[in-house]
């Protein structure tokens, strides 16, 4: 779109495993000619020459790119949607109808005149330290049948993808080595293999890094200006804490994921905050590559110039991601977040609440600012921004995970939860003690929760009742023909004590439940925004392939500092339930009233879900030869450089072309086999695993795991 104000904007159990599982080889495997092997999810299949993914096979061809349909020039602006300006998103008229229409009565004034907001949020006639009235809610913009898509933060009351083909690296392994040392050492490892390939302690981790950026290369040169994007950032972004809410004058356009029209049938477009470095790169975060340390080390604050200098780790802040769709228990959570924490001051939350008028905000303290002063929501109201949309826009946990990522602003962690959990005592401390445990830049500690029960939580000391959590291990091709795909629910997840005692445990996947890692998480692995109903599952397998691209290494935590509650654990019980009932679709809907779900806008947007879990399909390598997409920043939302997905596919079984997986994987993870396996290829500088230092290639039949 184009404006007069923004002429060049831009849309934005088996049996324990021991040692004796893992064979080392002298020489990297063939494909094996055994026939009738079984590689089963539910039922016994016969497959022919199957058990060996070919390590030649290319699933990263490069295809063909159609035009977009989505060019900018098609693009039409939803009324009150024209630009970012002050004046077009606080229009006076619009405003006072929508105070009226909530019982406030706005002082008067000419219907002509400017809505000038306050702090970029709050209008001059309402001061938002005055608690004594009931709390005004001020719109950024509106949209679509007269929904209302309010402000954060209101007071307490293009080329095709560039593939890996061009770059793919022998299973064996070839490091970065200057030329000749490479060669003469890579045919040594592989015709003879009688030398181990080097671990990451040794010298060709520094000569890897001296070749790549030893000199002025464009290695060098790329780091040298991803370096300036964030000292840019940083300049834009100073002090503590901050807030979306002074930054509103600025937030840009952002297409409806769902394609939404309002009333006069044009697509609603969402003002929504700038993201933090990203929007001035048109490709991937360091160009999808391995983050080196010195840009890693860039990325995150501190609560002061003091504490950084000192290096506080107390002090290193935290944001923390929360998404809400109807959930009375929002503001709950947002209060357990500050309440039970350590270190409250390092601590930000932006929310993403999906509500309709009938339910109750997040940012709405249950008592008045002035009769409570201590709530959180009044206490630590400068570190919270809600960000609120009409529930009938709420597309699924993509979309909104989206929009909460770009309340980022460089905090040194980045933890995503959903709106209904309980925090322990010093979760704060308890979860960064963890993640330092693990001496991995890129880890990941994710986990699905549990419910908060007598059996898991001690609500008299407010800490855990023991020390289980799930595994996240077990994934299974489910459905039939196109949409059949890879998932891995909650229900098939082990619950386990750890086997490792000092640190967090390796594990292959992914859970949206709860992900605590570094904040540059946020920049190298967005969410897409062009995905539409897509389920929690098809997310949590799309990002563990994207994360695993860009480089993390997934870990289940110690121990749980939180827990699903009470209304989410009810959700659940229901939920499995409705799954054993053969009329689960009925009663499905006679019970929309105690689960509220954005499947409840399936029909509205019908449209949206085939191309959109093509799309996620697709960008992860796991789509259908030959199938057209939507391709829109395929560069930004796709797969990283870092490892190739065929790489994950080998290491954890999952035969993508057959779609089947190896079983009894579990028992590999939480054995500690894949942990102490894995972890001796960590890099050096503590910059995640080096896959290309091994080969590794799970099997279920035989219990022998090739590997070297």
């Known amino acids: 779109f184009q404006t007069p104000d923004h002429p060049q904007s831009q849309l934005a159990e088996s049996e324990e495993f021991s040692v004796n599982d893992i064979i080392s080889l002298s020489k990297p495997p063939t494909a094996s000619n055994d026939n009738n092997k079984r590689y089963s999810n539910d039922d016994e299949i016969d497959i022919s020459n ?19 349909s989505r060019s900018g020039s098609g693009i039409r602006r939803s009324r009150g949607s024209r630009s970012t300006s002050t004046s077009d998103l606080y229009g006076a008229g619009i405003i006072d109808e929508h105070l009226e229409d909530k019982g406030h009565k706005p002082s008067s004034r000419a219907k002509s005149e400017p809505y000038r907001p306050k702090n970029g949020i709050h209008s001059s006639r309402y001061d938002p330290d005055d608690y004594s009235s009931t709390p005004v809610h001020i719109p950024t913009t509106f949209f679509s049948r007269g929904s ?47 030398i181990s390939l080097p671990s990451t302690d040794s010298l060709s981790d520094a000569m890897t890094s001296m070749s790549i950026f030893g000199g002025g290369g464009p290695e060098r040169k790329l780091e040298q200006s991803t370096i300036a994007q964030l000292r840019h950032a940083k300049s ?21 994921a769902g394609d939404a029209e309002d009333v006069g049938g044009r697509t609603v477009e969402l003002a929504v905050p700038s993201f933090y470095v990203l929007n001035s790169l048109r490709s991937a975060f360091f160009d999808g590559k ?9 990325i995150g604050s501190y609560t002061s110039e003091a504490a950084r200098k000192a290096g506080d780790i107390t002090q290193r802040t935290i944001f923390v991601s929360v998404i809400s769709y109807r959930n ?27 509500i309709d008028s009938s339910d109750v905000s997040c940012d709405v303290p249950a008592e008045p600012c002035e009769r409570n002063p201590n709530q959180a929501l009044c206490k630590y109201r400068n570190q919270i921004d809600v960000y609120e949309i009409q529930s009938n826009l709420a597309v699924g946990p993509i979309f909104a995970r989206h929009i909460s990522q770009r309340m980022y602003r460089g ?15 010093r979760w704060d401390v308890d979860i960064v003690d963890q993640f330092e445990r693990a001496n991995n830049d890129m880890a990941i500690v994710t986990t699905y929760l549990l419910d908060v029960t007598d059996e898991h939580y001690n609500a008299e000391t407010g800490l855990a009742a023991h020390q289980s959590r799930y595994l996240v291990c077990d ?15 909650k229900a098939d997840q082990p619950e386990r004590n750890s086997h490792i005692e000092d640190s967090p445990q390796l594990q292959p996947f992914w859970a949206g439940d709860f992900s605590f890692s570094r904040g540059h998480f946020v920049l190298t692995t967005p969410y897409d925004p062009h995905l539409a109903m897509i389920e929690r599952e098809d997310e949590e397998i799309s990002m563990a392939i994207r994360a695993f691209t860009n480089g993390y290494d997934n870990y289940a935590p110690m121990h749980n500092v939180c827990f699903n509650g009470q209304a989410s654990a009810a959700a659940d019980a229901l939920m499995q339930q409705l799954q054993e009932e053969e009329d689960g679709e009925e009663s499905a809907v006679a019970a929309k009233q105690e689960i509220y779900s954005f499947k409840e806008h399936a029909d509205k947007y019908r449209g949206k879900y085939a191309a959109s879990i093509m799309r996620l399909l697709a960008l992860v390598d796991m789509g259908a030869d030959g199938e057209e997409w939507d391709r829109t920043e395929e560069e930004k939302y796709g797969t990283g450089r870092v490892r190739l997905t065929a790489k994950m596919f080998t290491c954890f079984g999952i035969h993508v072309e057959s779609k089947i997986t190896e079983r009894k994987l579990c028992d590999f993870v939480s ?18 695993i080096e896959y290309n230092d091994f080969y590794f290639h799970y099997h279920e039949l035989l219990r022998v795991h090739e590997g070297w």
């Open 411 to 425: 905090e040194w962690y980045y933890l995503q939860i959903d709106a209904d959990v309980t925090f322990v005592k």
């Open 50 to 68: 199957g058990s060996i993914l070919n390590k030649d096979e290319d699933r990263s061809e490069s295809k063909s790119k159609p035009k977009s």
């Open 475 to 489: 994934a299974g091709f489910t459905g039939i023909g196109q949409m059949r795909r890879l998932r891995h629910e």
């Open 671 to 688: 054995s500690g086999m894949m942990h102490s396996t894995f972890l001796d290829h960590l890099r050096m500088d503590g910059m995640g």
């Open 148 to 194: 209302i898509i309010k402000g954060a933060g209101r007071r307490g009351g293009a080329i095709s993808r560039r593939r890996r083909a061009a770059v793919r690296r022998t299973e064996a392994g070839v490091l970065a080595f200057p030329a000749g040392i490479s060669f003469v050492l890579s045919m040594s490892w592989v015709i003879y293999g009688s």
């Open 328 to 354: 009375a228990h929002c503001r709950d959570t947002v209060d357990y977040i500050f309440a039970r924490a350590a270190h409250p001051e390092r601590i930000r939350v932006g929310v993403v609440d999906q």
């Open 236 to 256: 834009q972004y100073q002090g503590w804490p901050l807030s979306v809410r002074n930054e509103e004058t600025n937030f840009e356009l952002l297409r409806h």
């Open 290 to 298: 391995l983050l080196t340390r010195k840009i890693a080390d860039f």
